[in-house]
């Protein structure tokens, strides 16, 4: 779970893999959620048409998963399985693979979010989990754009004004990839939410039937 003393100044954040910073135009970005690698080792199997076995002619299986616990030691997750056309154009392909991102992302915070780990964290649907997991997945497809200097991080001092005032983001619940906008300097106005920039637009959500479909 995100805590206050995660929180680090925008300045340090290109290049860091894990801390919490607050931005003008995506809000709360968890680092480590924003981490491309997850989301590049589901790319690789897409873009690839890397088959892991067991698929019907004319599709490839992917296998795609989401963990939470310590290196080396006990995890839990999700894991999914998904049945994908072959032959897509590239374009396609993103798509798919936002799907199955999200849907998996989904799964994953609904885990977070069920009574027993609820006595232990509050972490599920956090203010800033599947925001800042939607710019890790960008961060896989276009490795050379820089995203989060895009979203405008903000000083150490500005994000702990807005956590103290609007309370920890694990409190502030989120069901989608638009951001909570906090006003700034803090005032008596609550966040309000807003459309991420274009950048952040460009790959739209595939349909499951024909392009790929979960195997469950």
């Known amino acids: 779970m995100t805590k206050r003393s995660d929180i680090i100044d925008g300045s340090s954040a290109i290049g860091s893999k894990y801390g919490l910073i607050y931005t003008k135009k995506c809000g709360w970005i968890d680092l480590g959620h924003a981490n491309p690698e997850g989301a590049n080792s589901l790319w690789q199997q897409v873009l690839k048409e890397k088959d892991s076995g067991g698929a019907k002619p004319g599709y490839f299986r992917v296998n795609y998963k989401q963990m939470m616990g310590r290196k080396n030691l006990f995890k839990v997750g999700i894991l999914k399985k998904y049945d994908v056309k072959k032959g897509l154009d590239d374009n396609q392909k993103k798509s798919v693979a936002l799907s199955i991102f999200l849907d998996v992302s989904h799964a994953f915070e609904d885990l977070q979010s069920n009574w027993l780990f609820r006595q232990a ?55 989608s990839t638009i951001p909570y906008i906090y006003p700034i300097p803090p005032s008596k106005n609550g966040p309000m939410s807003m459309q991420l920039s274009s950048e952040l637009n460009i790959i739209k959500p595939a349909q499951q039937g024909v392009l790929f479909k979960e195997i469950k």
């Not at 960008?138 to 103290?164: E, M």
């Open 121 to 175: 964290t509050n972490s599920g649907y956090s203010a800033e989990d599947l925001v800042s997991n939607l710019i890790g997945f960008y961060r896989a497809i276009y490795p050379g754009k820089q995203f989060i200097s895009l979203c405008q991080p903000v000083s150490k001092a500005v994000a702990l004004d807005i956590w103290d005032k609007y309370g920890e983001v694990g409190s502030n619940k989120n069901y």
